[in-house]
């Protein structure tokens, strides 16, 4: 087995474990309009490269339940509070600093033991133009196959910003940049502060800056479907993916 092969193998098993300790598959079959189980997982963007680490295997889970084929969207509010890394409740959490370039807060979604790539939620990147971002609007396609989740792809969705303000953001779980790429709008973290809410806090005497986040900076994951349900109809709703809509039907959508 060849060592390309061997590390594709490691990283499918680690996501699936990822996984499967939200909501794994247990047999169930998708139907249209029938409830169906998701999971959002937060952690590290580089979470597939600490096995072994004491680090390794901590992550958040956000359980939903959707209605099969509908429009959806699974959202936070505050989700952060902290400009620094270092202050923020959910990086301290899952141990994510901000020294080096490339670290993040990164988002997956599975369902019925299928896993999607991650996202990054938050990410220190001098490529975007900012050392430190938040990428709040995500979207996620479920493919269904007679029933069954075969895949979770994420779609573009950079129809509510402009050119300058739209990154690839698309990782495997050691945090490499993987293809398609799948851009997706950001926000300078300094933008994302709520005006009035600075509050400092001195735990073991390391001072820590405490902030709420503006709602256009909360995390929102829209999910369509697509493919056949467990009775043979096709579902409908991916032609309300981002990519598929106008500037303005974004928008509308996803501006507070």
């Not at 709420?212 to 409908?236: A, I, N, Q």
Request: hydrophobic share 35%; net charge negative.
């Amino acid at each position: 087995m060849s060592a390309r092969l061997l590390v594709a193998l490691l990283l499918v098993l680690q996501c699936l474990q990822f996984t499967s300790a939200c909501f794994p598959d247990d047999g169930s079959l998708v139907t249209v309009g029938e409830d169906t189980s998701v999971c959002l997982m937060l952690s590290r963007l580089e979470w597939g490269s600490h096995a072994g680490n004491s680090n390794s295997g901590e992550f958040h889970s956000v359980k939903a339940v959707l209605s099969a084929d509908e429009f959806s969207v699974i959202k936070t509010r505050q989700s952060w509070t902290g400009v620094r890394y270092a202050d923020d409740t959910a990086m301290l959490d899952l141990k994510i600093s901000d020294d080096s370039d490339g670290n993040g807060l990164g988002v997956a979604l599975g369902s019925l033991g299928m896993p999607s790539y991650q996202k990054a939620y938050r990410r220190v990147d001098d490529s975007a133009t900012a050392s430190s971002v938040t990428f709040p609007v995500l979207m996620a396609v479920i493919r269904v196959e007679e029933g069954k989740v075969m895949e979770i792809t994420w779609d573009e969705t950079c129809e509510w910003c402009s050119e300058d303000r739209c990154a690839a953001n698309t990782y495997d779980y050691k945090g490499v940049g993987v293809l398609p790429e799948s851009k997706s709008c950001f926000i300078p973290d300094e933008e994302c502060v709520k005006a009035g809410t600075e509050t400092q806090v001195s735990p073991d005497g390391n001072q820590i800056t405490r902030v709420e986040s503006k709602p256009e900076c909360d995390l929102k994951v829209y999910v369509t479907w697509t493919g056949t349900d467990s009775k043979g109809f096709h579902f409908l709703s991916a032609a309300t993916r981002f990519s598929r809509l106008g500037e303005a039907q974004v928008k509308s959508i996803v501006v507070p």
